[in-house]
């Protein structure tokens, strides 16, 4: 790669990420000050990258009946009690006008006859969302926006007051490096997948239910930059069809079809009935996993008693967002499969369906001067999906543009030079450590240690610690990754990432010493929840090296107290 020719670069607003909040958030900025250069940098190619590249078939925050408040109650209640109720509130109140954004673009909705959305639930609607992504990149050409695809960002760069002021960006095609320097930088680079070991083998590996490439740079780029980090802790697990990874909720939501065991049973209605209230969506992949451990499973979604019009839009639901699924149920034209099996996908971190992500303010400001996040990179707020992520784009483009976009001195030489050998550090490294050896030790130390799907999602500090001496030897080992072609190179950045929020990971891991969310967060050793004591968010920020973690209150103003040591 060609180091000597490093181009510079100048923009107003510097998105990293030109996934679902990315893409969006430029449309806002050039929307609302035409004049402004917006420039994205992504990884892959925003025309089907990120969670959005295969599409959707449902707008899953909208509020087809009740308030903004009627909605921050369901997601406080789903997530036992800890959310950030101001950046909840504040998506709450603008889903809607989100969805109309998504017609806007030219995203076909079913209607009823009389001209309404299709509900799936109160907050649930369905779209025809296939071409979502296109439709966004289009929309993203004509405004525009200048886009570098192909072109992972690996380093915030910093001015001499610390405030984030640009980045650098390795373009994969040329060979190249940019230093883009920016008034005002947002990341929108999405959660992290690839920590815990996928549940497919071999070459189906990248089939998770999380965007395989999303491997959390943004966050590990904060973190390097000393942001504060929240809630990685809450892992996200998704309950989905088995090995194709198709959503359940397509098979259940509006339909009246239920969760079963191998015999039959509808579980899950039993635990309703016993609990005398909805399942959380936690308790769904829970009850399934002890299903299984009494030796009832494999579990399934019965769909049996779908008449054909409804099974038709079933399958073109699917056909919007998991077309995988569609043969496996039509393998047997003749005879379509009517039990569908179902498990736990391989833990995550996110902050769209979970809320693990930068700690921000209601402006979507990280505690990094000149540094926003939004969507899946923002932690907090979970359950905010496409409309949440679109939300949340629009609230930090508003804020960056009344006050960020009047000028700030650029990086030091220091920090470009310093970011620009770490950068190229493999390209240089001796020996022949390939990124695929020490991906696949991360990935064993998490699932055997960290409470991986083969471990049920369970874990205990003595398991941790070891997590957290091996990781950290890991760490000091993938110093000598070795790329010798550009693809490697970023497969190698996505390598040392992952490894670092592996890190994080254990490390709030040890800090919750109770069980909050089972499954996403399940202790064997403090088996209960723990109001009393942690009824708080886990926050965590890096300092040289060194991991800290800490408590903080979940109100106002989020007073800080240190965490024992584990
Ligand atoms: C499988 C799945 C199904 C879902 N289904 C629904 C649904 O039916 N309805 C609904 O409302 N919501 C759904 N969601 C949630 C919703 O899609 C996400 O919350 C949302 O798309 C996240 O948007 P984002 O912009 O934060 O991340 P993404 O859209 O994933 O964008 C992140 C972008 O950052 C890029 N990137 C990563 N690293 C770098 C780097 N170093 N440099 C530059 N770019 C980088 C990626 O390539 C990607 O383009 C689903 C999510 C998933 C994973």
Known sequence: MNLLNVQHINTDLLIIGGGTAGCMAALFAKRAAPSISVTI??????????????????????????????????????????????????????????????????????????????SRSPRSILMHGEHLKPLLADAVASAGVSVFNRSPVVRLLHNAHAEVCGALVCHLRTNEFSVISARAVMICTGGATGIYRPSNPGLARTKTWYCPYNAGAGLAMGLRSGAEMTSFE???????????????????????????????????????????????????????????????????????????????????????????????????????????????????????????GFWIDAHRRTTVAGLYAAGDAAGGAPKKYITGCFAEAQIAVEHMLSCEINGKSAATSADIEAALQEAARPLQAHGDLAFTEVEERLQK??????????????????????????????????????????????????????????????????????????????????????????????????????????????????????????
């Not at 800890?82 to 109140?93: A, E, F, H, M, T």
């Not at 969805?99 to 009389?114: H, W």
């Not at 050793?525 to 009393?532: A, G, I, S, V």
């Open 234 to 356: 809450m892992r996200f697990v998704a309950l989905r069809t088995k090995d194709v990874i198709a959503p359940t909720g397509t098979l259940m939501l509006g339909t009246g079809m239920r969760q079963c065991n191998a015999s039959g049973a509808t579980y899950t209605r039993q635990k309703e009935a016993m609990l005398g209230r909805k399942l959380t969506t936690c308790e769904r992949l829970l009850f399934t996993i002890q299903e299984h451990r009494q030796g009832s499973g494999p579990c399934y979604v019965d769909i049996s008693d779908l008449d054909q019009s409804r099974y038709d839009l079933l399958i073109e639901s699917y056909l919007n967002m998991a077309p995988s699924i569609v043969l496996h149920l039509l393998k047997d034209i003749e005879q379509p499969l009517r039990r569908v099996e179902i498990c736990g996908s391989e833990p995550c971190i996110n902050g769209g369906h979970g809320m693990a």
């Open 41 to 118: 940098a992504e990884k892959a190619h925003i025309r089907r990258s990120g969670c959005l590249a295969m599409g959707l078939n449902a707008v899953n925050a909208h509020l087809v009946t009740g308030t903004p408040e009627d909605y921050l109650d369901y997601v406080r209640h789903d997530n036992y009690g800890i959310v950030r109720d101001d950046l909840v509130l504040s998506i709450g109140k603008r889903l809607n006008s989100m969805t109309a954004e998504i017609e806007r673009l030219g995203v076909p909705f079913p209607r009823t006859p009389q001209g309404g959305f299709v």
């Open 445 to 566: 130390i998490m699932e055997e240690y960290a409470g991986g799907s083969t471990q049920n999602y369970e874990t205990s500090r003595d398991k941790l610690l070891l997590a957290r001496a091996y990781l950290e030897d890991l760490e000091q080992r993938s110093r000598a990754m070795a790329a010798a072609t550009p693809h490697d190179l970023m497969r190698t950045y996505d390598t040392a990432d992952r490894i670092l929020l592996a890190r994080v990971l254990v490390e709030h891991l040890l800090a919750r010493r109770e069980t909050r969310w089972p499954c996403y967060q399940t202790r064997l050793d403090y088996p209960l929840r723990n109001d009393l004591e942690f009824k708080v968010f886990i926050n965590s920020r890096m300092q040289g090296d060194r991991i800290t973690v800490c408590k903080r209150d979940p109100a106002p103003p989020y007073v800080c107290s240190p965490v024992e040591e584990a």
